[in-house]
């Protein structure tokens, strides 16, 4: 049966899914550092949360979200300077995924072109490829001292009459830099002169180190009308598979999401309301993974440079290190499936998130101190092997 | 701002999702039968499972959905007959919604038409614009006696070389029929013959009635592999709120619907685990509602044929009651708005389900039989008032 006569064109274009895809065991003597799921497990409380939520009720249709979630969310976000109108500005949706989703679904038209950076998550290619948009890359530069950095010259020269939306990662997954206020105020100017939308995912926004803080684009005045936050619980609060996220967007925009016809609003009421407890109280528990994630980096980055030919900056932000990998003379990918198929240690390839990024290897430190060490100590030995 | 330049194109077709929308409170003076959203609560035992879950850390990434929640959809659904490959061919989705969303999003090109009856849930409309699809009504045929049922020339009719999908509604809302074994035997025919796919959408299997039996187009040899089957837990286990619906597709369809770049599987993963066990031991609570529905169902038809000017017969299925108000000489828009605004009383116009709903008002029996008598007090005192 040929199936293909059946897809949407696009579909045919995007990378296949494999199914059934195994995911990799946690245990035994594969370390999994390629995807960002942190290893750390709820608190108690949120099951109790959960359970009082349905105990009391609440697992009917709310059709436009739970009002108690939008409201927090606005609270939560306001510590920026930001204003939100919880029930006109917040939509809830089924994680950070979700939320670039939706608001591409309800803003490009096939041919619209997307500015992206190089590097970049990987997981933007495939919605703008799947509504037809065009990417466009903007290659981010390299200081001297081997930190990533937005490229405001690139992004000028990627931005055209066809632009309908930049998507900026802040603080950036692979490259853990935070994007500075003057590079945010060239961006925000750049989409008002070409009149084109600025999609924010800030879901790394409470991982900062290194004495930086987060700097929010909604902030700048030329920017908040056009600006489409995308927000997840998934690294806050390590709730990747209770699926929580949500857009901040105007009003105007904020509309148009809310008419893409996917269905009621996806996340679970209890857990709606969970959730929103989570962002008032969690916070210790935030603090405390915070805190163990700040010992792993200082950890990593300092044994990692220790190896030759890898060279590691420390990140501003996220829980990911960006190691340069460039002197062992091989491509990420082909490192990375050496690592995998010798070692049994997983890491993404750098080439994965972009030209840019090829030469280096991202780590997720989502493994307890002793397993990284021992993830390290095979990193060792794959440079001892490769030297040879 | 002038908003409509960012959007896509299609979002602009669609009729516009009012923010907020404010919710009809189910109590006070108001009520409210207009959506379907069961008056039962969840089993304190759904709160525990899921509280088990969290506390057992089943909180991280499922990337194809939870093992458990695909197996025993698959041993549920095999009740019917058919074999299904859990790992290949069982998609969870957030609700029923999301699994028409996303097999339209799978398949559906510009100026691809789209099947659907007529009268049909309205749900399927906005999703199938929004995909540039055409919509072609095929009109049921009315019996004699009052009932819908699908009717093959119609279907037959509308069928063209550009037909992508149809899709029925088995057991039918708003009309409450059952498709016969007969008439879907004609549906298979004719979707093979043309070579279009089949969206069966199927969440009210379980609420039949007159002795009638659910029947599953996938068991027809011809059929099984162009099927698409959208299922939900929402009126089965009144889980509107936790959101748990699945798409049950042949592999290679189903590979299609994966691709589709949503994000991460959609339901909490402690809400697959509690969602699997209500499939596998949720039935007593399920029939305690079944046995209530058909009491409100027996009592409001008997009620509602002693009001002069209405005609109500006994659904096969589901829990809402389609009765005929063409005696009253009015449109079904006017005579619901009135029975609001006169009566607090909300159901829905039958025009809102097609030019064949026009004559009709939909009843979703969703308030015990005290509040549903009140309602037809109402009804009643509505009609007294039209007759003058």
Redesign the interface.
């Known amino acids: 049966?040929d199936?293909s006569k059946?897809?949407?064109?696009e579909?045919l274009q995007?990378a296949?899914?494999p199914?059934?895809?195994t995911?990799i065991p946690r245990t035994g003597d594969i370390i999994n550092l390629g995807?960002g799921?942190p290893d750390f497990?709820?608190p108690?409380i949120?099951?109790?949360w959960?359970?009082?939520a349905?105990?009391a009720?609440?697992?009917?249709?709310?059709?436009?979200g739970h009002p108690e979630f939008k409201k927090t969310v606005a609270e939560y976000y306001s510590k920026y300077g930001v204003k939100i109108d919880p029930?006109?500005q917040v939509i809830p949706t089924?994680?950070?995924?979700?939320a670039?989703?939706l608001t591409l679904?309800?803003?490009?038209?096939p041919g619209d072109e997307v500015i992206i950076p190089d590097p970049a998550f990987q997981?933007y290619i495939?919605?703008i490829k799947?509504?037809g948009g065009r990417i466009v890359r903007a290659k981010m530069r390299k200081t001297e001292d081997g930190y990533f950095r937005p490229n405001i010259e690139n992004i000028e020269k990627a931005a055209t009459e066809k632009t309908?939306l930049i998507i900026i990662c802040n603080p950036d997954n692979p490259t853990g830099c935070i994007y500075t206020m003057e590079e945010l105020k060239e961006i925000a100017r750049i989409a008002t002169e070409k009149d084109f939308?600025i999609l924010s995912d800030e879901i790394y926004n409470e991982f900062t180190w290194m004495g930086k803080k987060h700097t929010a684009i909604a902030t700048i005045k030329e920017a908040v009308?056009r600006t489409i936050i995308a927000m997840s619980l998934s690294k806050t609060f390590?709730?990747?598979?209770?699926?929580v996220g949500y857009i901040i967007a105007p009003?105007?925009?904020?509309?148009?999401i809310?008419?893409?016809?996917?269905?009621?609003s996806?996340?679970?009421?209890?857990?709606q309301i969970a959730a929103a407890k989570m962002l008032r109280e969690g916070w210790r528990f935030h603090e405390e993974m915070k805190r163990e994630y700040k010992k792993r980096i200082e950890h990593c980055v300092k044994r990692l440079n220790e190896i030759p030919n890898i060279k590691c900056v420390h990140p501003e932000a996220t829980f990911y290190l960006f190691p340069d990998i460039t002197e062992t003379g091989i491509k990420s990918t082909e490192y990375t499936n050496k690592l995998f198929e010798e070692e049994r240690v997983r890491v993404a390839a750098g080439s994965t998130f972009g030209e840019m990024g090829e030469g280096h290897i991202r780590i997720a430190l989502v493994a307890s101190i002793e397993k990284l060490d021992e993830a390290i100590n095979r990193i060792e030995r794959l440079h001892k092997k490769l030297k040879k």
Chains 1, 2 share one sequence.
């Open positions: 049966m199936i059946y897809a949407k064109r579909i995007l296949e899914r199914t059934p895809r995911p995807a799921d497990n709820q108690p949120v099951a109790e959960i359970k009082e349905i105990e009720g609440e697992t009917h249709y709310t059709f436009q029930e006109t089924s994680g950070g995924g979700a670039l989703f679904a309800a803003t490009i038209n997981g495939n919605p799947y509504f309908k939308l009308d390590a709730w990747t598979g209770l699926r009003k105007e925009l904020a509309e148009l809310w008419r893409v016809p996917i269905g009621v996806t996340i679970p009421v209890p857990i």
